[in-house]
């Protein structure tokens, strides 16, 4: 499984026989049960992570109700760079929706991989950017977008996740409650 890590870094930089090892050294398998949370609200995320198997949640509670902004699945990263970057509390919430397999490094570790593989911070700073940006995205459209809109982009960007995510989850990230994703999902469905 550690060869999907592997590849998707080779995809940005390459890597030596050497760095091979330190990258197999620096990544440590560690396992997520359903429900259990990659990083809680108010902790330090202490990890970045690469999901090698299973299905992640990205969420915030706003006004004690969860909204969901994001998912993680095969082979993606997974991380809160707004709280592993500057090792502050975290704002957000990421949640395995699967038992999963994370390949996880920790911040000391992610020093030591930008020390010991050639191109590591161009790799770092690539991964981060595309995560980051993405996540702001997605917290921005929760606001800006109609629920509508929101969920034809779930069924754009996560087309394969449908069978995977309960329909609460999608629910959640579209911004409506559930009897309310069954009307908009109707009214798109008639439509074509």
């Known amino acids: 499984m550690i060869n999907n890590l592997l590849n998707s870094i080779q995809k940005v930089i390459t890597l030596s026989p050497a760095e091979v090892d330190t990258v197999k050294t620096l990544f440590k398998e560690k396992s997520y049960k359903k429900g259990d949370f990659f990083l809680e609200e108010g902790r330090i995320c202490k990890h970045a992570g690469f999901v090698a198997k299973g299905l992640m949640r990205f969420y915030i509670n706003k006004d004690g109700e969860e909204k969901t902004y994001d998912f993680s699945q095969e082979n993606e990263f997974v991380c809160n760079y707004e709280s592993f ?7 957000k919430n990421i949640q395995a929706l699967e038992d999963s397999i994370v390949f996880v490094i920790s911040h000391a570790d992610l020093q030591l991989f930008y020390a010991s593989v050639e191109g590591g911070e161009r790799f770092g700073r690539i991964a981060i950017e595309s995560v980051f940006v993405k996540m702001l995205q997605d917290i921005s459209a929760l606001y800006a977008e109609t629920p509508e809109l ?10 394969d996740l449908q069978q995977r995510i309960s329909q609460y989850h999608i629910a959640s990230f579209v911004g409506v409650k559930p009897q309310s994703l069954s009307r908009i999902r109707k009214r798109i469905f008639t439509q074509f």
């Open 85 to 91: 970057l500057p090792q502050v509390p975290s704002s």
């Open 150 to 159: 929101r969920y034809e982009r779930f069924l754009k960007n996560h087309a």
